[in-house]
Structure formats: structure tokens, C-alpha cells
T-cell receptor
Framework: LAKTTQPISMDSYEGQEVNITCSHN???????ITWYQQFPSQGPRFIIQ???TKVTNEVASLFIPADRKSSTLSLPRVSLSDTAVYYC?????????????FGTGTQLKVEL | SQTIHQWPATLVQPVGSPLSLECTVE??????LYWYRQAAGRGLQLLFY??????ISSEVPQNLSASRPQDRQFILSSKKLLLSDSGFYLC??????????FGQGTRLTVV
């Protein structure tokens, strides 16, 4: 898996948009980018996955520039319940066997 | 639909005692399976992963071992627990590419 780098922590307030950026300079041509959310005492939960440009679902948006060396998870209008650790992973989409290795993630803290 | 079961949810074990944590997956065949450990306030540490029955890859030298006796069963074991084995243990299976599904986790406290 390509190595990823994320900020250790971020702070925000309710109602704001939060953007968390992940660097993956060694991303391979057939690699996809996946983001997870983890609450205390729970396993990580899949949020969104993409290959290039922009992907949006009911929870978040994922922006991937043309060179794909980074990606940005965008959480619109965060609430207190979005306080969690967010992980970025990079790996191939087909056949699995990625040996999923999570980094330290980004601790997002949302306050009133 | 696919589900993953992991038990027990919490466990308190004395130092030197054995350990067996079990994880089973339903609704899929030949999944890639993973064991992770998470210390308090830390990230996920990959311990073992398996791409098939009897095929185990160890990522970190330790006194833990893993086995996969059946296609959808993954077991984490130890013959003698250490204090440093305390942590939150998570089992996961890998769906398409990097989409992983996690069990509920086991909070292990070694005393």
C-alpha cells in the first residue's frame, strides 16, 4: 500500500465545513483512495472511496486532484457527533489482498 | 448480506493466562481477514492477515498467534499473556479493494 500522511488532529465548530487532507505521493495507477471514520471503542467504518476528481455521498465528499498525490475528505456542516478519528487508505480495488495498514489517522474534535 | 462476529466484547485475564479470540464472517466466501490491536489513544496496529485457510501472515513479532481453521473463521491466540497485550482487538474482513468491515471489537485487559 502507498504510504499516507495526515494531520494528527483538527478542531472545528458545529455547522462548519471540515476538510481533511491526506498525502499519498507514491499512489499507484490502479490504487483507490478510501476514508474511514472511527469512534471510541468501535471499529473503523467506511465513509467514502474514490479514484479521481470528485465523489459525493450522503455523508461526505472526496476531492482528488489530477495527479492523485493527495486527497481531501470534506465533511459539510459538522456536528458534535462527527468527533472521531478519520483514516485515509490507498490500495487496489480489485482482488483485495491489500494488507490494509491504517496510519495514525486525524483526530477531529467538533465543539459547540 | 455480509456480517462479521467477534467475541467476547470485554475480557479481563491474568498475566500468564492463555487467550483465544474468535472472529467469524457470514455471507461471503474466501474473504481476506485481519486482526488489529489498538492501544488507548493510538492508531490501529496490523497484527495478522490471512488470504485463505491456513495462510497467515504476521506483521509484528509478539507472543500472539493466529489461525484460520475454516474459510470464514479467524482466531487470535496466546499461550501466555503479557501486560503489554492489553488493548482493543479488532477483526476485519476485506471487501472490494480497501473497503474493510470490522467486528465489534474485544477490549482485553491483562492484570
Amino acid at each position: 500500500l502507498a504510504k499516507t500522511t495526515q494531520p494528527i488532529s483538527m478542531d472545528s465548530y458545529e455547522g462548519q465545513e471540515v476538510n481533511i487532507t491526506c498525502s499519498h505521493n507514491n499512489i499507484a495507477t490502479n490504487d483507490y483512495i478510501t476514508w474511514y471514520q472511527q469512534f471510541p471503542s468501535q471499529g473503523p467504518r467506511f465513509i467514502i472511496q474514490g479514484y479521481k476528481t470528485k465523489v459525493t455521498n450522503e455523508v461526505a465528499s472526496l476531492f482528488i486532484p489530477a495527479d492523485r498525490k493527495s486527497s481531501t475528505l470534506s465533511l459539510p456542516r459538522v456536528s458534535l457527533s462527527d468527533t472521531a478519528v478519520y483514516y485515509c487508505l490507498v490500495g487496489k480495488i480489485t482482488g483485495g489482498g491489500n494488507k490494509l495498514t491504517f496510519g495514525t489517522g486525524t483526530q477531529l474534535k467538533v465543539e459547540l | 448480506s455480509q456480517t462479521i462476529h467477534q467475541w467476547p466484547a470485554t475480557l479481563v485475564q491474568p498475566v500468564g493466562s492463555p487467550l483465544s479470540l474468535e472472529c467469524t464472517v457470514e455471507g461471503t466466501s474466501n474473504p481476506n481477514l485481519y486482526w488489529y490491536r489498538q492501544a488507548a489513544g493510538r492508531g490501529l496496529q496490523l497484527l495478522f492477515y490471512s488470504v485463505g485457510i491456513g495462510q497467515i501472515s504476521s506483521e509484528v513479532p509478539q507472543n500472539l498467534s493466529a489461525s484460520r481453521p475454516q474459510d470464514r473463521q479467524f482466531i487470535l491466540s496466546s499461550k501466555k499473556l503479557l501486560l503489554s497485550d492489553s488493548g482493543f482487538y479488532l477483526c476485519a474482513w476485506e471487501g472490494l479493494g480497501t473497503e474493510a468491515f470490522f467486528g465489534q471489537g474485544t477490549r482485553l485487559t491483562v492484570v
